[in-house]
């Protein structure tokens, strides 16, 4: 209990106030939660000025990061299985480890679809015109990545290959990268830090901010509603594709010699490339989903 000083008659008591020892902050989930409340900012920013609802745009965005958490972190939880699940040994531990987001973060490829499943998911029930809000939270959705790539880099996963280049980075022991290269046998166990690496978490936020910049200048250009959100599906997927070169934390698939995002970057441009057929051969004009958008408010 606190202790009360100079309790005297007519006196009010001082009390001492107890110390904080600590107040633990995670870099991975902080970076994320600052990376949703910027994307979120642009967005509505953006919405009011194209004359689209920003409290829609608050809901989207709420739903997108829900559904992305839960896809981002089922990915992860079924590709690092024997890590998570390593010093578990009843069904309440497992459960625990599922879901403790500080041991372990998310497959962004993962969140990605999760969050699309929740967007479109959201554009259904409320009959909301899905690609022109994509056209318009494209920007955002890459914002929203670059500032969860540096969690990534605070946290240790997603690392690179062994890099003799001067920006090579080292990651300390208990770092997601120390421990997996130390049960691959690439480490020892007493190593003070892992051998330079790639940084390939800073790759890929320069990649995103720069996916966001073309994505944003792009869209006052777009011909036809959704072209902007096939465009940056596109260039993400092929943009990640040749990232994961470098990277070392996937390992191949399906013998393939390709990991399972790179895979799934080959399902990306080739669903962006359809999007973007169909909406030459069927698309509207932005201008009249504008004025769709407008009547239906």
Not at 105 to 118: D, E, S
Not at 139 to 147: D, L, Q, T, Y
Request: glycine letters at 10%.
């Amino acid at each position: 209990p606190p202790t009360v000083l100079g309790a005297r008659p007519g006196v009010p008591p001082i009390v001492e106030p107890i110390p904080i020892t600590s107040l633990p902050i995670f870099g991975y989930g902080t970076f994320v939660l600052i990376g949703f409340l910027v994307a979120k900012w642009v967005g509505e920013r953006r919405a009011e000025r194209a004359g689209y609802d920003p409290l829609v745009v608050f809901d989207l965005t709420f739903w997108t990061l829900v559904c992305g958490v839960l896809g981002g972190r089922a990915f992860y939880v079924v590709q690092y299985a024997d890590v998570i699940f390593a010093r578990t040994q009843t069904l309440g531990e497992q459960v625990f480890s599922a879901i403790n987001l500080s041991n372990g973060g998310l497959v962004l490829i993962g969140a990605m679809l999760g969050g699309a499943a929740g967007f479109f998911g959201y554009c259904r029930s409320q009959r909301i015109p899905a690609f022109a809000y994509l056209d318009l939270l494209t920007p955002s959705i890459f914002i929203g990545v670059a500032f969860g790539r540096i969690g990534c880099l605070m946290y240790g996963c997603c690392f690179g290959d062994p890099c003799s280049q001067p920006w090579g980075i080292c990651f300390p022991p208990e770092s997601a990268a120390f421990e997996t290269l130390s049960k691959r046998g690439y480490l020892m166990k007493q190593a003070a830090a892992t051998m330079p690496v790639h940084p390939t978490q800073i790759y890929s936020s320069l990649n995103a901010a720069l996916l966001a910049f073309v994505t944003y200048a792009y869209y006052p250009y777009r011909s036809r509603v959704g072209e902007v959100f096939a465009l940056g599906m596109i260039l993400y997927a092929l943009t990640r594709f040749f990232i994961e070169y470098v990277r070392a934390d996937e390992l191949g698939q399906l013998n393939t010699g390709l990991t399972i995002s790179q895979l799934l970057c080959l399902v990306m441009a080739a669903g962006g490339m359809l999007i973007a057929w169909r909406l030459r051969v069927a698309g509207e004009s932005p201008t009249a989903s504008e004025a769709n958008q407008s009547t239906s408010r």
